[in-house]
């Protein structure tokens, strides 16, 4: 079945430092991926999506690459900032299910200190 | 353009009691669908609804039901409630049913059973 597999966190990082944030992928077929990031206190936002396998999502300052031969979508940015401070989660939709719902990996604390 | 709405925001059960969730999707958004997110895990699905049908499901039992209205807006009834389902529930909406559409998630309501 479907499933997302996500970096570990928490992650702490200085101010301008570079981020990533592993993310990989178990689906057959070919699904949609996407970010989303949860800034404390708010909801869920669509950060980037990628529909098809090589195309490249990107928003803030963020990035990340479908690779379909390494079932990954890693989430980069070359320089964070405090306001970058949430929880990021991955997830796709698709699959083997053909179905839009998503399936969201266990998301990834990140936390940018001056 | 008014976005995803959720009510109420909090709400306080006791096990067995009975509740409902509602939700209006964004405008001009015809699918919802609603997740269950746990504390410090990512989203569940829970199901999707579509033309007032109930399209997908993910593994929920049966006390987990909904409903989805002509104006498109979406309830979420939950049955014989069990501590384990204090969670954050989340609807998102979509545009149809193509997986490569952007959901848009809502605040969520945040459920207690005592």
């Known amino acids: 079945g479907n499933s997302v597999t996500q970096m570990e966190g928490p992650v702490t990082l200085s101010e301008e430092a570079f981020l990533t944030i592993n993310c990989t992928y178990t689906?057959?077929?070919?699904?949609?991926l996407f970010w989303y990031v949860q800034y404390p206190g708010e909801g869920l936002q669509l950060l980037l999506k990628?529909?098809?396998?090589?195309d490249k999502g990107s928003n803030k300052g963020f990035e990340a690459t479908y690779r379909k031969e390494t079932t990954s979508f890693h989430l980069e940015k070359g320089s964070v900032q405090v306001s970058d401070s949430a929880v990021y989660f991955c997830?796709?939709?698709?699959?083997?299910?053909?179905?839009?719902?998503?399936?969201f990996g266990t998301g990834t604390r990140l936390t940018v200190i001056p | 353009d008014a976005g995803v709405t959720q009510s109420p925001t909090h709400l306080i059960k006791t096990r067995g009691q009975q509740v409902t969730l509602r939700c209006s999707p964004k405008?001009?958004?015809?699918?919802v669908s609603w997740y269950q997110q746990a504390l410090g895990q990512g989203p569940q699905f829970i199901f999707q609804?579509?033309?007032?049908?109930?399209?997908q499901r993910g593994n929920f039992p049966d006390r987990f039901s909904g409903h989805q209205f002509p104006n498109y807006s979406s309830e979420l009834n939950v049955n014989a409630l069990l501590l384990g389902d204090s969670a954050l529930y989340l609807c998102?909406?979509?545009?149809?049913?193509?997986?490569?559409?952007?959901?848009?998630f809502g605040p969520g309501t945040r459920l207690t059973v005592l």
């Open positions: 998102a909406s979509s545009l149809g049913l193509a997986i490569t559409d952007t959901q848009y």
């Open positions: 689906a057959t077929g070919y699904p949609s």
């Open positions: 990628a529909t098809k396998a090589d």
């Open positions: 997830a796709l939709s698709g699959g083997q299910t053909g179905a839009n719902n998503l399936f």
């Open positions: 405008s001009g958004h015809d699918t």
């Open positions: 609804y579509y033309e007032e049908e109930e399209r």
